[in-house]
């Protein structure tokens, strides 16, 4: 026996008007909790049950989930929205207290947070992508490197590191540098003209075996 899910869904908006929940969760909370109580319930039944289902993971928090969620979304394809609320961590209640009809609920919450943190890693990424490719951009020394050497530098960047990508960049040059003058100092002992003179200037070929 149950009751009606639209009689759920009345007494959560009474119960909780601050939780501004999606139409769409609304309607999955409520079938998941008409289920509960008997048809013939009371409405302080009914809210019995709907109150216990908020202890253990609020309806408000729920709700900015769903916004933070539908927020990370629309970035990822490029859209705007206002960014939501920072998400709180779900309040902990001993496992013995909690009943067996909350676990889908539970369940389905774990995933949705658990999807929002692979969306803001991957889009934190990213971001650090695009600033350690602009602070290698912006170095004179590495203006006129062939593409594919670019390539190998930027994959190099340690995007976690505590060191910022222009101090990184600046190691990346100094080691450049030396490797380029240890070559043509190489050069000139055996003989041949230095890399970079009037006679003799370092191929793409070269610069590459020189990085690599």
Do not use: C
Not at 61 to 70: G, L, P, W
Not at 99 to 120: F, M, T, Y
Not at 133 to 153: I, M, N, Q, T
């Amino acid at each position: 026996m149950a009751v009606e899910a639209t009689r759920i869904k009345e007494r959560l908006k009474e119960l909780f008007p601050k939780a501004n929940l999606s139409t769409k969760r609304l309607d999955a909370i409520a079938e998941r909790l008409k289920n509960k109580p008997d048809d013939n319930a009371t409405d302080e039944q009914v809210d019995e049950i709907i109150k216990t289902a908020n202890d253990f993971h609020s309806f408000e928090e729920i709700a900015r989930d769903d916004d933070k969620m539908r927020t990370l979304e629309a970035k990822s394809k490029g859209e705007t929205k206002p960014t939501p609320d920072p998400i709180p961590e779900p309040r902990k209640e001993e496992s013995s207290n909690k009943p067996e009809w909350l676990d889908e609920i539970l369940e389905s919450n774990r995933k949705l947070a658990e999807k929002i943190e692979v969306l803001e890693k991957g889009k934190a990424t990213e971001d650090k992508k695009v600033l350690a490719k602009k602070a290698f951009d912006d170095s004179e020394v590495f203006k006129a490197l062939a593409p594919g050497l670019k390539e190998r530098y930027l994959n190099r960047f340690n995007l976690d590191s505590d060191i910022s990508f222009e101090d990184q960049v600046k190691d990346f040059e100094q080691e450049y540098t030396d490797l380029v003058q240890g070559y043509a100092d190489s050069r000139d002992i055996s003989g041949a003209p230095p890399v970079g003179s009037s006679n003799q200037e370092a191929t793409d070929a070269e610069v590459n075996d020189i990085v690599g």
